[in-house]
């Protein structure tokens, strides 16, 4: 069973998979567009991968309290699971991002590049801690 993460956003979407029943996360493409394209896209990417599960960043105040983008993954969410047969999961992605710029400084690739790639190394990011809690269960 496939698994892809995914790292929203208004403008892109990073998306992570996993092989088959692999416990090591991917980092896939950034995906660009409209939200109805991004909605579009990821459940292409789904598709395939052959995802039997989505699992999605869900953006969290540090203190745990949800803001307006917790509500645009959740809505995102919910349309993607019209989409798509995959089962979709939330999972908390305070301090991705922050960890995914701080990688990406540390090996060097110019601005451009990592303007290009964060958001698909902030989704591997999530997909792997989702990945690891499985795994301690």
Known sequence: MA????????????????????NVAFPGPVL????????????????????AEIVIGLPKNMDGSHGEMSARVAAFAEKLGELTSAHIVTWDERLTSVQARRRMLSTGPSKKQRRKRIDALAAQLIL?????????K
């Open 32 to 51: 660009t567009g409209t939200a109805e394209e991004l909605l579009e896209q990821v459940a292409r990417e789904a598709a395939l991968h052959k995802a």
């Open 128 to 136: 792997q801690g989702y990945l690891d809690s499985k795994l301690r």
């Open 3 to 22: 698994i892809l993460g995914v790292d929203f956003g208004l403008k892109r979407i990073g998306v992570a998979f996993t092989r088959d029943n692999s």
